[in-house]
């Protein structure tokens, strides 16, 4: 069993900021990559940044210059800074982890409940 616990989401003005945080619990023998999607309100869930054990990183276009995602691997935890929020980032953002599990030594994939992030205008 993984438990993934995500906070930060709520409420912001358009150029405010908002800070995501996911921490992953349970069996897992180690975490490979660590990553945030979104969805909004009748889209298809989408990438928006995604870390990898070490430090290589992935953005979406759309956020590039305006979040920053980084982990603690001691705490087995993602996180993202989001900046200069814009409307068009409302969706409920979904933590997601890639690891492997102990004893069987294969990778698997499990996601967060997700949290809500509302960027008014």
């Known amino acids: 069993q993984v438990q993934l616990v995500e906070s930060g989401g709520g409420l912001v003005q358009a150029g405010g900021s908002l800070r995501l945080s996911c921490a992953a619990s349970?069996?897992?023998?180690?975490?490979?990559?660590m990553g945030w999607y979104r969805q909004a309100p009748g889209k298809q869930r989408e990438l928006v940044a995604i870390?990898?054990?070490?430090?290589?990183?992935n953005y979406a276009d759309s956020v590039k210059g305006r979040f920053t995602i980084s982990r603690d691997n001691a705490k087995n935890t993602v996180y993202l800074q989001m900046n200069n929020l814009k409307p068009e980032d409302t969706a409920v953002y979904f933590c997601n982890v890639k690891y492997i599990r102990p004893f069987i030594y294969t990778e698997s994939n499990y996601w967060g409940q997700g949290t809500q992030v509302t960027v008014s205008s």
């Open positions: 870390i990898a054990s070490g430090t290589n990183t």
């Open positions: 349970g069996q897992i023998f180690r975490i490979n990559t």
